[in-house]
């Protein structure tokens, strides 16, 4: 079994500020990937961004980065220079095994303060 | 545009019903997903299929029923069955391990409401 843990339920942060999101996770998996996906009011579901466990190099898409600490199975990810549209609410996934099912943490539902 | 249509975006259903939800895909893509989302508690697996034909139950899949006839189709049941039906719906598919490394793209969601 894989699991998903976000303790942070909500978190602000003030417009052009950086935020970071926690994440950790659990997997028996030696392959597996981490994913970001963030959730605005219309409830679309959008890839933030990914990373290969096999892979050391943080992923870094513009303003989003992560860190990812292996060891730790940990995967948090950073928002720079936020902006009002940012705000949203923001999942940590994780995919491992020959089915790649997708687990989800809870999420962390982001307020940015103009 | 390729990508996934879910319909109808908002439902309402009388106790003892079935509804069944759309979930149309031109990805081509292997495999597709269901998910529920309470509020408070992330995305929840019910079923997922990874070649027509055959699919396999998730975490929560009690209450409900899929088919696979079609490559491009997963529609999902809800059933009598489902004690507590009302939340927001996401079908979700994913090419094969060489494309997006795994990544899942969502359709937008159907609301499901029990009067």
């Known amino acids: 079994a894989q699991t998903v843990t976000q303790s942070q339920p909500e978190m602000s942060v003030q417009e052009a500020e950086t935020v970071t999101l926690s994440c950790t996770y659990d997997?028996?998996?030696?392959?597996?990937?981490l994913f970001w996906y963030k959730q605005p009011p219309s409830r679309q579901m959008i890839l933030v961004i990914r990373q290969e466990a096999y892979k050391q190099q943080n992923a870094t898409e513009n303003r989003f980065s992560v860190n990812f600490q292996k060891a730790a199975k940990s995967f948090s990810l950073k928002i720079s220079d936020s902006q009002l549209g940012d705000a949203a609410m923001y999942f940590c996934a994780l995919s491992g095994g020959s089915n790649y099912k997708l687990t989800f943490g809870k999420g962390t539902l982001l307020t940015v303060n103009p | 545009d390729g990508g996934i249509t879910q319909s109808p975006k908002y439902l309402f259903r009388k106790e003892g019903q079935n509804v069944t939800l759309s979930c149309e895909q031109n990805?081509?893509?292997?495999?597709m997903y269901w998910y529920r989302q309470d509020p408070g508690q992330g995305l929840r697996l019910i079923y997922y299929?990874?070649?027509?034909?055959?699919?396999q139950k998730g975490d929560i899949a009690e209450g409900y029923s899929v088919s696979r006839e079609k490559k491009e189709s997963f529609p999902l049941t809800v059933t009598s069955a489902q004690k507590n039906p009302t939340a927001f719906y996401l079908c979700?598919?994913?090419?094969?391990?060489?494309?997006?490394?795994?990544?899942?793209?969502f359709g937008a969601g159907s609301r499901l409401t029990v009067l």
């Open positions: 299929s990874q070649i027509v034909n055959d699919f």
């Open positions: 990805l081509n893509h292997d495999a």
């Open positions: 979700a598919s994913r090419g094969g391990r060489n494309s997006g490394a795994n990544v899942l793209t």
């Open positions: 997997t028996s998996e030696s392959d597996y990937y």
